[in-house]
């Protein structure tokens, strides 16, 4: 499935839209993690704990996001953007949300 961050593709015109789509993930280090990366922040620089699970739960949010619009019929996800927040101190909440469309072929 094509996922762009853009409202048009070039090349396709689209046939129909099938409206909104997301895919949402919460993520939590274990307490071991949490440690390292307390430690890490003594000391300055990237957190490499987090920016791993942060990776990890984008992919995930966009496999959810292109299951849900899969199952819409739809073969293509415009407008695509990520959010993400924090719930409580040790979880992040990640979406990835868009427009599923139906885009016909190239000419």
Avoid: C, W
């Amino acid at each position: 499935m094509l996922v762009v961050t853009t409202e048009a593709v070039s090349g396709h015109r689209v046939l129909a839209v099938k409206g909104q789509v997301f895919g949402v993930v919460v993520r939590s280090r274990g307490l071991a993690g949490n440690i390292v990366a307390a430690l890490r922040t003594l000391i300055g620089g990237e957190i490499h704990e987090y920016t791993q699970m942060l990776e990890e739960g984008r992919r995930q949010a966009i496999d959810r996001m292109v299951a849900n619009a899969g199952a819409m019929g739809a073969n293509a996800i415009v407008m695509m953007r990520f959010d993400s927040s924090e719930i409580g101190q040790t979880m992040s909440e990640i979406v990835a949300y868009g427009t599923a469309v139906v885009l016909d072929p190239p000419p």
